[in-house]
């Protein structure tokens, strides 16, 4: 496969002794303490909006997951952008790693997210109207 985007080495990298469950709680906090904003992102927006990518964005290597959740003002709703990846490419997508993952980001209300795919069909987006 490709080789990785910029926007997906971004945010904190995990090893074996985090789980699912953690990233995905520690995530989930960060997500709830700002938003994606709409509109442009100049100045002082553009650090605070780049900051919060940051900290909602995690690649978990037990997993070969590159995760971002985020709270989306646009839409208002909750919003997890998935691909999987080791440290330089692409990988194939597994649906049961991004299973219990959806499940531990959206939790009960897994049922009622909206999956869609990137143009170039490696990211899955994974919407939850708020």
Known sequence: MSELAP???V????DTDWTIANVAKLLK???ARGMVRSGPATGGRLAIQTNYLRTVSARHLPTNVVVAFTREEEGNC??????F?????????NDAVAEEWLAALFG???PRVVESVDAA???RHFRLAA
């Open 7 to 9: 926007q997906h080495t």
């Open 29 to 31: 906090f960060n997500a």
């Open 108 to 110: 009960e209300d897994r």
């Open 121 to 123: 069909g490696v990211v």
């Open 78 to 83: 909750w919003h997890a952008a998935i691909c």
């Open 85 to 93: 990846a080791d440290l330089n490419q692409y990988v194939a997508w």
């Open 11 to 14: 945010g904190r990298i995990f």
